[in-house]
């Protein structure tokens, strides 16, 4: 691996092979003249860098790289295979991937191949390969990217022989024999026992969606769909390095409710993750932000290769960014992590899928569109900003495990009815991402890491519907708390093993003691039910609010937890609904309902206070983030604090210590001002 890139990049997506070569000049030179100092180009120019079979053209590109390097543009590149050429389908259709229908998906968007086709494969390592040893020796690029928005649209997942074949294979190299599969997978049930892996298939929908698949199968399936795609990426990753060992790689994740896979295990075979932000509001942004950067080990600095700065083709009702909220979303991206920002695009395309996809530019061009005012006038300011923090890192005192795999168990991408008993329920949606917005709103950093981490560091540790009790998860979690860590866990905690079958033992299945209560019985809520939750009737505590639950409630059976909150207003009123354990030196709580943000914050104001981690009562849409870089002397860190604020209305933030303020050097303590769409970046020297 070649580590991480460095330094501070912004720039615009460029595509050289829409326009006229005439038009180039004035193009990147827009982009110079806004401070831009990085260009992302050639993902999608397959049939431009290679016309036909092994017919390489790459002087068009030279020459447009070579402009860049004239106006001092470094250079993010990404791989072209996400657009298969039309010659290389039209040689060989079976490229095209098999959707859940037994249909073979049609050439004419993109992401149209299955990962298990040797002829793509081989194609789009002939393509990588070539381009990588023409472009060798060149200095300009800082970064690779490897294809585009992997598993996009559910791209992961091809259902053609080849990859039945594949899976079968697969599933040999895990369990070595059917009898073991047999028994893993559960086929007795319902007559579905194989004698040989040519029995073997691809979970398809059964009976019109009405009866539900193997859900051992499924999950099975998901990983195998995983590890091929983390697989294909790891192969040009691979190839890339062969000729750039110093050129970091990486591949431009999409936001995570639209793809699927195991983002840890693809970190392993690149070099830094990034993602594309098209997030709406910077509550969404920060997730994706904090789940991107906790893929890899470690706090290390991402990317954003492509940047929301117009309207997208693809969505509807997204309103017009509104003056300084591009400025505003580039602040939030350095805030969390990302050292390099990509806005998407420079030119609106005049053809072709997107051509409603706005860009920098005008039509024709020209520089006079308000978009480009805004830059004009920030970049400069975001550059210094950039440029001071890059390299530094986020040191959450908070984390949420969040495992991808146990999302898959709770509630399955794939189209196969009947999961689980509510149909209702999302992992992400209900059991995820409240409580990191709570946090977010409580100005409270936090790193999302699968499954398997070191927690000792952490002070509070939130386990997010983590069904699936492995021995990874049960050590983890017992040794974080006996070791004096504050467990938060939800519903769904530890319900079945491996293959998604139900574990035969009491849940939280091998936690009963940490979390000292078993849960009895799951009832589930209809859509827009809710459930009361109150303190116990003389606990004697501060008075806190009623928490309002919904879609599940877990019927708890104490043993030696006490309880924090209780159900009030369903048939089992009365009976404990958050429960709290001191286990070793540190104490589990089991959150036995689904609760939206609100309710969930007003928890963790609590909980941060027993462990002394400082919360802020932030107002709506204001964010603040902190990252942590060398200090100018070797017993310091310097701490940057971002009070970001994405609303509409002039915020007044109070911290607590003395600050300076990054740009103007102004000396500042208690309330910091900051107007709408802007933030205000804040420094000061720590003892290490
Ligand atoms: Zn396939």
């Known amino acids: 691996m070649t580590g991480q890139p460095k330094g501070f990049h912004i720039g615009a997506s460029y595509y050289p092979e829409h326009w006229p070569q005439e038009r180039w000049e004035r193009d990147l030179g827009a982009m110079t003249d806004l401070g831009f100092t990085a260009v992302r180009m050639l993902?999608?120019?397959?049939?431009?860098?290679?016309?036909?079979?092994?017919?390489?053209?790459?002087?068009?590109?030279?020459?447009?790289?070579?402009?860049?390097?004239?106006?001092?543009?470094?250079?993010?590149?990404?791989?072209?295979?996400?657009?298969?050429?039309?010659?290389?389908?039209?040689?060989?259709?079976?490229?095209?991937?098999?959707?859940?229908?037994?249909?073979?998906?049609?050439?004419g968007g993109r992401r149209h191949y299955c990962l298990h086709n040797e002829r793509y494969r081989a194609a789009a390592r002939g393509v990588v390969e070539q381009l990588a040893n023409h472009l060798a020796g060149r200095t300009d690029i800082v970064a690779w990217q490897v294809d585009n928005e992997v598993g996009a649209y559910r791209s992961t997942f091809c259902y053609c022989d080849l990859c039945e074949a594949a899976f079968r294979r697969w599933l040999e190299a895990r369990?070595?024999?059917?009898?073991?599969?047999?028994?893993?997978?559960?086929?007795?049930?319902?007559?579905?026992?194989?004698?040989?892996?040519?029995?073997?298939?691809?979970?398809?929908?059964?009976?019109?969606?009405?009866?539900?698949?193997?859900?051992?199968?499924?999950?099975?399936?998901?990983?195998?769909?995983?590890?091929?795609?983390?697989?294909?990426?790891?192969?040009?990753?691979?190839?890339?390095?062969?000729?750039?060992?110093?050129?970091?790689?990486?591949?431009?994740?999409?936001?995570?409710?639209?793809?699927?896979?195991?983002?840890?295990?693809?970190?392993?075979?690149?070099?830094?993750?990034?993602?594309?932000?098209?997030?709406?509001?910077?509550?969404?942004?920060?997730?994706?932000?904090?789940?991107?950067?906790?893929?890899?080990?470690?706090?290390?600095?991402?990317?954003?290769?492509e940047q929301r700065c117009a309207p997208p083709d693809n969505r509807q009702h997204v309103p017009l960014l509104r003056e300084g909220e591009v400025t505003t979303m580039t602040l939030h991206n350095i805030a969390c992590g990302s050292d390099a920002t990509i806005y998407f695009r420079l030119e609106q395309a005049l053809f072709g899928a997107e051509n409603a996809h706005g860009g920098i530019l005008d039509r024709s061009g020209g520089t006079d569109t308000r978009i480009y005012r805004e830059l004009a006038s920030s970049v400069p300011r975001l550059r210094q900003i950039g440029d001071a923090v890059a390299g530094s890192q986020v040191r959450a005192r908070v984390a949420i495990v969040y495992d991808t795999t146990a999302g898959v168990a709770i509630t399955s991408p794939l189209p196969h009815l009947v999961k689980k008993r509510s149909q209702l329920l999302s992992h992400l949606e209900h059991l995820v991402r409240p409580y990191h917005r709570a946090l977010q709103s409580l100005g409270v950093d936090v790193d999302v890491i699968p499954c398997g981490r070191d927690l000792a560091h952490y002070d509070v540790v939130i386990l997010a519907g983590q069904v699936i009790a492995s021995g990874d998860l049960a050590t983890s979690v017992r040794k974080y708390v006996a070791g004096g860590g504050c467990l938060v866990a939800t519903p769904f905690t530890a319900h079945v093993d491996d293959n998604d079958n139900l574990v035969a033992a009491a849940v939280p299945a091998g936690l009963t003691d940490v979390f000292g209560l078993s849960v009895t019985d799951q009832d589930f809520l209809a859509d827009g039910e809710t459930v009361v939750l109150a303190r116990p009737v003389g606990a004697g505590e501060a008075p806190v609010p009623d928490l309002q639950g919904v879609l599940c409630c877990d019927l708890l059976r104490l043993a030696g937890a006490e309880v924090k909150f209780e159900y009030r207003n369903?048939?089992?009123?009365?009976?404990?609904?958050?429960?709290?354990?001191?286990?070793?030196?540190?104490?589990?709580?089991?959150?036995?309902?689904?609760?939206?943000?609100?309710?969930?914050?007003?928890?963790?104001?609590?909980?941060?206070?027993?462990?002394?981690?400082?919360?802020?009562?932030?107002?709506?849409?204001?964010?603040?983030?902190?990252?942590?870089?060398?200090?100018?002397?070797?017993?310091?860190?310097?701490?940057?604090?971002?009070?970001?604020?994405?609303?509409?209305?002039?915020?007044?933030?109070?911290?607590?210590?003395?600050?300076?303020?990054?740009?103007?050097?102004?000396?500042?303590?208690?309330?910091?001002?900051?107007?709408?769409?802007?933030?205000?970046?804040?420094?000061?020297?720590?003892?290490?």
């Open 175 to 305: 369990y070595h024999d059917v009898a073991t599969l047999n028994q893993r997978w559960g086929t007795v049930f319902w007559s579905q026992e194989v004698r040989g892996w040519d029995e073997v298939q691809i979970p398809r929908p059964a009976m019109n969606g009405w009866t539900g698949s193997n859900k051992s199968a499924l999950l099975d399936f998901w990983r195998f769909s995983s590890d091929a795609l983390a697989d294909f990426v790891g192969d040009q990753a691979d190839a890339l390095r062969e000729w750039f060992p110093q050129v970091p790689v990486t591949t431009n994740w999409t936001s995570l409710t639209t793809a699927a896979f195991d983002r840890e295990v693809m970190a392993k075979r690149i070099d830094f993750t990034s993602w594309d932000n098209y997030e709406l509001d910077l509550y969404g942004a920060s997730f994706n932000h904090d789940v991107v950067r906790g893929a890899k080990h470690g706090s290390q600095p991402t990317w954003t290769p």
């Open 43 to 107: 993902e999608f120019a397959w049939s431009r860098l290679e016309p036909r079979p092994g017919e390489y053209r790459f002087d068009w590109f030279d020459r447009a790289a070579d402009l860049c390097e004239t106006f001092g543009l470094s250079m993010m590149l990404g791989t072209p295979t996400a657009a298969p050429p039309v010659w290389l389908i039209s040689a060989y259709p079976d490229i095209l991937p098999v959707g859940p229908d037994g249909l073979r998906r049609q050439p």
């Open 570 to 688: 369903r048939w089992y009123a009365g009976t404990p609904a958050i429960a709290s354990h001191t286990y070793g030196r540190g104490t589990a709580m089991y959150v036995g309902t689904a609760l939206d943000h609100v309710a969930v914050r007003s928890l963790l104001t609590e909980v941060l206070a027993e462990r002394d981690v400082e919360w802020h009562d932030l107002p709506p849409d204001v964010h603040l983030r902190r990252r942590f870089g060398p200090g100018s002397g070797p017993p310091e860190v310097t701490e940057y604090v971002f009070v970001v604020n994405g609303g509409e209305v002039e915020q007044t933030v109070t911290l607590q210590g003395r600050y300076r303020d990054l740009l103007t050097g102004e000396e500042l303590d208690g309330a910091i001002g900051v107007k709408a769409r802007d933030a205000v970046v804040l420094c000061r020297a720590l003892p290490r």
